[in-house]
């Protein structure tokens, strides 16, 4: 499967409404099946983001043939754990790099190897807050995250902050002694912070809808 970019929250919704109908019924959902199934307004609109589907090589369809949708491969599929909650505004705190190598978690999520790009040591979090809504990361969705120290200027990355025994989420930069972490939304200004009190727990693979 080849992927240019995410794929949005609606088209997330109309790929697993299509494995689960192929699922239980043996053969694939009509455009109307889409529509009920995934609440769309339109069918112009399940067209429309069906399309965007096979420009990212996620399906292929037969126009001419009703219910002609095809799944490119079948995504193998694995488990990570929702670890809890990020701030993605005014810094919250979050469950610790301790917390996270945790294995009894009480919310699981199923998603494709190609989300996790066949990392180990992937988690989710929930997004709180507006701060990378630039970055198509808005309040309440989910991001799958590496558990790693290591980043490169620009990565979204979530950051302990030791000073302020914090959480949050940021693209970060090194200026000199010091870390610019900074949100992706025009009215917010960055976070500056002294290199040795900043950590990075984890870093951004693939950012998932609300609905997920």
């Known amino acids: 499967m080849t992927t240019g970019k995410s794929l949005s929250a609606k088209q997330n ?5 299509i494995r ?5 019924h043996d053969y694939p959902p009509s455009i109307r099946d889409i529509q009920e199934g995934c609440g769309i307004s339109s069918t112009s609109v399940v067209d429309y983001n069906l399309k965007a589907l096979e420009r990212s090589g996620h399906i292929r369809r037969d126009r001419e043939v009703s219910r002609a949708i095809e799944l490119v491969g079948r ?11 990020i701030a993605a505004g005014q810094p919250i705190p ?3 790099a301790d917390t996270w190598a945790q ?14 790009k066949g990392r180990d040591n992937v988690f989710a979090l929930r997004v709180k807050g507006t701060s990378m809504i630039d970055a198509l990361v ?5 991001v799958l ?8 200027d620009g990565d979204m990355v979530a950051v302990w902050l030791k000073d302020r025994q914090e959480t949050t989420l940021k693209k970060i930069y090194r200026e000199g002694p010091r870390v610019r972490l900074q949100p992706a939304n025009a009215a917010m200004d960055p976070i500056y912070a002294d290199a040795r009190d900043v950590e990075v727990q ?11």
């Open 94 to 96: 979050v469950p610790t």
């Open 103 to 116: 294995q009894d978690f009480e919310e699981e999520i199923e998603v494709t190897d190609q989300m996790t």
């Open 13 to 17: 919704s109309i790929l697993h409404f």
């Open 145 to 152: 995250m590496e558990q790693t120290a290591s980043w490169d």
């Open 75 to 85: 995504a193998r599929m694995r488990t990570v754990p929702v670890v809890g909650q």
């Open 20 to 24: 689960d109908f192929i699922g239980e």
């Open 202 to 212: 984890g870093k951004v693979l693939y950012r998932l809808g609300p609905g997920f």
């Open 138 to 142: 808005n309040d309440g969705d989910l």
